[in-house]
């Protein structure tokens, strides 16, 4: 058994040199460096509190001689197996494979995991996907950004891969769940990089995102997976006697299954609208909404680093709140771009992505005021969707609508002013000088204003005279939650399978990835 070492300090100055580790671990167990037979990194992260030493801290597996002995004899130190990986598919029984395969409508993180574990339970799935492959949505939002042509099907939100796709691709997840670890696995099995394995804050980065989408479509393809792209599900009907559903496509086929998995994500409004008319049961949830403020990311790494050249783009986390509402930052993106995330025609909404190296030399994050209930329910369950869609038009249209984004200074946003001076960002296809305090409801621009305040107290130069606020940004989460039994059924609808962000059970690429498996295993214990 190994010896899991904690609290290992390497000055970051010295982190990069060969042998570094081992030669802390050796200092740490007072040992000659010899006597270690291997080091493998549990857990790395960046302690920058004193900027005059900017260390980090390793957890690390050794093995030597004296194991034992120095279990023993150091407080940081115990006799310790890395944690096995669980499988999710322990303890679910294969069958023969079904006469009708399962069919998933959407391959963002949930629809992908979902296929994944039904495929590999020998039981591989239909995915329709109204978005293209990558490679082709490569192409097609670049021309978004080059000269602001939109296709509303294909999009940073929809295709392959979904809207993780074109993001930071960091993996933070607020659920302690034994799954979580398979994921990254997964991961890093079909290209990402291996340091997401242990980093404290991994990410991924959108062009190795594009590598994992691909790679995992050849995979759940030579497992039998069937991709249909640039289609999408218009309707379907359901006979309960049988429980057997007969979805409609755009192309005019109509497929048969009786397992329906929907990991349609938070962007398919037309999609919330049809499933509702059909009588699926859903509810309204609370969700969040705000901007996206932009940064030089020297300002940023000045505030979080001082002086230290050697580390890469910083990154920040803050909340605040304001009597019971919360303010809070999302989707960090360190060395990162900004980006139109519409889903629809007239309408513009922001987000932000960054390339694993984070080399833009700008940050940018969401910053995002909880939006209550009663902040927009009347008497419709869609009625927080109208709430985004209402601010989205406006947002269009006052930037010219021509999905030009709106941006306002940083101070004049504060100050409640028009910005007429020259604005640097990386949104393309360009920004435009909106008074976004204006655009908001005036409860958002409030909390905004005073959270902004609140995150220049705690990381003093926050508000820049280089820093600008763009916007909106609407789609943290979804709207509504389609209400699932403990076998993660819809209440309403035997054998169909609500999974992921669109489904309101996510918010995020790990938990979504999370949610597609926890269905995936809920539908083969079904069988």
Not at 362 to 380: H, P, Q
Not at 474 to 480: M, R
Request: with cysteine; glycine share 8%.
């Amino acid at each position: 058994m190994p010896l899991f070492v904690k609290n290992i300090m390497i000055p970051v100055e010295e982190d990069s040199a060969p042998g570094a580790l081992l030669l802390a671990v050796a200092k740490k167990l007072e040992i000659p460096r010899e006597d270690i037979q291997s080091v493998r990194i549990a857990k790395r992260s960046l302690d920058a509190r004193k900027k005059s030493r900017i260390v980090y801290h390793y957890q690390a597996y050794v093995e030597s001689e004296n194991d034992e002995i120095l279990a023993k004899n150091y407080a940081d130190c115990e006799l310790k197996d890395n944690p096995a990986v669980s499988e999710p598919l322990e303890g679910i029984a294969r069958r023969s494979r079904l006469d009708k395969p399962p069919i998933i409508i959407g391959s963002g993180p949930a629809g992908i995991f979902a296929a994944l574990l039904l495929a590999e339970a020998g039981q591989p799935p239909i995915i329709i996907e109204r978005g293209e492959p990558v490679e082709q949505r490569l192409r097609t939002v670049n021309e978004l950004r080059r000269d602001g042509t939109f296709d509303p099907e294909s999009n940073y939100c929809y295709g392959e891969g979904g809207a993780g796709t074109f993001s930071d691709g960091k993996l933070t997840c607020g659920r302690n769940h034994p799954l979580i670890k398979y994921i990254f696995q997964q991961w890093v099995k079909f290209g990402a990089p291996d340091d997401i394995l242990y980093e404290a804050h991994p990410h991924i980065g959108t062009d190795y995102l594009l590598i994992v989408a691909k790679k995992m479509r050849a995979h759940l393809e030579n497992l039998g997976t069937k991709f249909i792209f640039k289609t999408s599900m218009t309707g379907f009907e359901y006979e309960p006697s049988t429980t057997r559903y007969s979805v409609k496509l755009s192309s005019g086929d109509t497929l048969e299954t009786n397992h329906l998995i929907l990991a349609v994500g938070h962007s398919a409004r037309e999609t919330y609208e049809m499933l509702l008319n059909r009588g699926v049961h859903m509810e309204p949830k609370p969700f969040a909404l705000g901007v996206r403020i932009e940064h030089p990311q020297d300002e940023i790494n000045q505030i979080q680093y001082g002086n230290c050249q050697l580390l890469g783009a910083a990154e920040y986390k803050l909340a605040s709140q304001v009597k019971d509402r919360g303010i809070w930052t999302f989707c960090m993106c360190p060395g990162g771009h900004l980006l139109p995330t519409g889903a629809q025609a007239g309408h513009l909404s922001i987000n932000g992505m960054s390339y694993h190296a984070r080399q833009s030399g700008f940050a940018n994050a969401a910053v995002v005021v909880n939006i209550r209930r009663e902040d927009f329910y009347k008497d419709y369950v869609l009625d927080g969707v109208r709430f985004q869609q209402n601010l989205e038009r406006q947002a269009f249209e006052q930037a010219g609508s021509n999905y030009f984004s709106p941006a306002q200074k940083l101070g004049d946003f504060l100050k409640g002013k028009e910005t007429k001076s020259e604005m640097k960002s990386t949104y393309k296809p360009g920004v435009q000088s909106v008074r976004i305090d204006k655009l908001l409801p005036p409860f958002v621009v409030e909390s905004l204003q005073f959270a902004l305040q609140d995150y220049n107290n705690r990381m003093r130069g926050f508000v820049s005279d280089n820093a600008i606020v763009a916007g909106v940004e609407s789609k943290t989460s979804a709207p509504i939650i389609m209400t699932r039994n403990k076998n993660f059924e819809s209440i309403s609808h035997p054998g169909l399978f609500p999974a992921g962000e669109g489904a309101g059970y996510a918010g995020g690429i790990v938990s979504a990835s999370l949610d597609g498996l926890r269905v995936a295993q809920g539908l083969l214990q079904s069988l």
